[in-house]
């Protein structure tokens, strides 16, 4: 079924895909000017998504609460008259971004808003400068400029609040890096907790995205469960023999990967070093250790740390590696360190 929409009966949406007859359709423009039949995701449906996967993926670091805020209110500037216009007649492209970050920052001030602020506006364009108070135009490209700037349409984003009803944060538990802002490393900490939880709705906003327009599919695959992968691990060991060597360099490897597979399992969290020259078997006898130690202790991940000047050798036998488990693997520049890459997967 197939509705005439009027401006007066449009549902507020956040996304269009294009009609299948199974379910609601509503009438829309498209580039050409030309009407087209779309099945419609209102933002009230596609801000609660986000908010709910956000809290998820942030509960890990303690921060499910303010997280769940962001992915809430991330996309309120939907609501706009000129959003709407773009979405349902093909109009202008607009700033939805700006009316979130300004938003929540009245709700939350310092310093929670802020740090939700910089996340809302950059979930886009990518996270910018926090800028100085006297910037407050377009020209400069800092998250002072977005809080000051004078969005059009008379503030009509804010019928959002007839679907979404923000509530002032309030912390349990003080922030670990908001209490140790004037130690050496507390802006560091802070930036870190910012990119943590700007990863959080980015990924949450996409991933919701994602599933509607691709009719309730995800195609992304992050992989099996630790405990999956050591199973498999071990398979692959045993197919390899590399536990039975008995003579030589081989009972030497043999040895270091059965101390490794035990020490996983048996030791508290700590600190620990490998020390195994070339052709030792470091890279299965590290492995090892990283994923029963990880199982025993319930982590979800690991990350290898590497130096830069073995990592283009390294990581790629890894990666062979890992494909042989099924697992996936990314790569990240650490950037404050000089010489290093930091290698992590997700098994």
């Not at 979800?300 to 050798?313: G, K, L, M, Q």
Request: proline share 2%.
């Amino acid at each position: 079924m197939r509705e005439k929409t009027e401006n007066s009966i449009r549902p507020f949406i956040a996304h269009t895909r294009k009609a299948t007859g199974k379910e609601k359709a509503y009438i829309a423009l498209d580039e050409s000017g030309a009407e087209v039949s779309i099945e419609i995701q209102t933002i009230k449906e596609h801000l609660e998504n986000t908010a709910t996967l956000a809290t998820g993926f942030a509960s890990k670091f303690a921060a499910g609460q303010i997280a769940g805020q962001i992915g809430l209110m991330h996309d309120i500037g939907k609501y706009s008259e000129a959003f709407q216009k773009r979405i349902w007649e093909n109009g202008r492209k607009c700033d939805h971004t700006s009316a979130g970050a300004q938003e929540i920052m009245g709700v939350n001030g310092d310093p929670f808003g802020r740090i939700a602020a910089y996340c809302i506006a950059g979930h886009h364009a990518g996270l910018m400068n926090g800028g100085a108070e006297s910037d407050s135009n377009d020209i400069v490209r800092s998250l002072e400029a977005r809080l000051k700037k004078k969005l059009e349409g008379n503030l009509d984003y804010q019928k959002y609040m007839e679907d979404i009803q923000p509530v002032k944060l309030s912390a349990a538990k003080p922030v670990k890096c908001l209490t140790i802002l004037k130690t050496q490393n507390g802006f560091f900490s802070m930036a870190f907790w910012i990119r943590m939880l700007f990863s959080c709705l980015v990924d949450a906003d996409f991933l919701d995205t994602e599933k509607f327009v691709n009719y309730g599919k995800n195609y992304r695959n992050t992989g099996e469960p630790l405990h999956i992968l050591r199973e498999k691990l071990d398979k692959y060991i045993q197919e390899k023999k590399w536990l039975d060597g008995s003579q030589g360099i081989n009972a030497l490897r043999s040895g270091i990967l059965k101390n490794c597979i035990e020490k996983g399992k048996k030791t508290d969290k700590n600190l620990f070093s490998l020390t195994v020259p070339t052709g030792g078997g470091k890279t299965v006898a590290s492995l090892a250790f990283a994923l029963n130690h990880a199982v025993s202790k319930g982590k979800d991940r690991i990350i290898y740390v590497i130096p830069y000047c073995h990592a283009a050798n390294y990581s790629s036998y890894l990666l062979q590696f890992c494909r042989k488990l099924n697992s996936y693997i990314y790569f990240y520049i650490y950037y404050s360190v000089p010489c290093m890459t930091a290698c992590f997967f997700r098994c």
